[in-house]
Nanobody, 112 residues
Framework: QVKFVESGGSLVQPGGSLRLSCVVS????????MSWYRQAPGKEREFVAS????????YLADSVKGRFTISRDNSKNTLYLQMNNLKPEDTAVYYC?????WGQGTQVTVSS
């Protein structure tokens, strides 16, 4: 059974930081590109970041460049998203994605 389980979402003040994790099981994690997406209330789901199977070539959306970092640990089947200098517009449910699969999401709320 394939499982993508995100964690790390929380309420944080503007300018704060969070690290999201996505633990994957039942899936060839180390052989696949992995991504983070997010969906804000009333908006479509949007791409945030992706990373190749080897951990090379991280790619980030313009809206998060310079603030977010994507990484992975293939020995732990875990994908990460380090989010710094968070803004209210980063408020969304964040989803982990591998080819053909999505996690259930974790809520990030940026508010004072």
């Amino acid at each position: 059974q394939v499982k993508f389980v995100e964690s790390g979402g929380s309420l944080v003040q503007p300018g704060g930081s969070l690290r999201l994790s996505c633990v994957v099981s039942g899936f060839a994690f180390s052989f696949n590109i992995m991504s983070w997406y997010r969906q804000a209330p009333g908006k479509e789901r949007e791409f945030v970041a992706s990373i190749h199977s080897t951990g090379e070539s991280p790619y980030l959306a313009d809206s998060v460049k310079g603030r977010f970092t994507i990484s992975r640990d293939n020995s732990k089947n875990t994908l990460y998203l380090q989010m710094n200098n968070l803004k209210p517009e980063d408020t969304a449910v964040y989803y982990c994605r591998g080819p053909g699969y999505w996690g259930q999401g974790t809520q990030v709320t940026v508010s004072s």
